[in-house]
């Protein structure tokens, strides 16, 4: 199956321990992602998950993944992806990667992602997910801002 990757990178007015750190810490998870709940064992080989919705018995919906080429405060990968939704599986098979790459640079640090395996078909998710990596940043963006008013 043909596959396609998309990258969304911005660069934050922030040194690079503080954007590495709020990608492993579930509270800023929470804060800057809209997570209900997550949980993270921030370690080679560790695992990353989070949970959105009211009811913490039965979640909208669910990522788990595991941590691999972990490198703080550099990057990190996402493997082995396991998703849960209410409304059902994926629409189709897909084997999802996500590599998260920081980087210093004047003014901050450069925050890349990739994230890899989505099918050339369903054009649809493929584009709600461009849209979800644009508000995510955005809820980073929102975070740090609120870190350094503090």
């Known amino acids: 199956m043909a ?4 990258v ?8 690079i321990d503080e954007v590495f750190t ?9 804060a800057w992602w809209g997570a209900s709940r997550a949980v993270v064992l921030a370690e080679e080989g560790g695992m990353w998950a989070a949970a959105w919705g009211d009811d913490e018995d039965h979640p909208d919906y ?5 941590l691999e080429n972990f490198n703080p405060p550099h990057g ?13 599986p ?6 999802f990667t996500t590599t998260y790459r920081c980087t210093e640079v004047e003014g901050g640090t450069r925050l890349s992602v990739e994230q890899a395996g989505f099918p050339e078909t369903h054009n649809e998710f493929y584009q709600g997910c461009v849209q979800g990596w644009k508000d ?3 809820g980073i963006r929102r975070y740090l801002a609120s870190r350094s008013t503090d």
């Open 136 to 138: 995510t940043f955005d």
């Open 22 to 30: 709020l990608l492993i810490t579930p509270s800023a998870i929470r």
């Open 8 to 15: 969304h990178e911005e660069t934050f007015d922030a040194p």
């Open 3 to 6: 596959t396609r990757s998309l």
């Open 90 to 95: 994926l629409p189709f098979e897909a084997s």
């Open 62 to 66: 669910m990522t788990v993944t595991r």
């Open 76 to 88: 990190m990968d996402q493997t082995d992806y396991r998703y849960y939704s209410k409304d059902g």
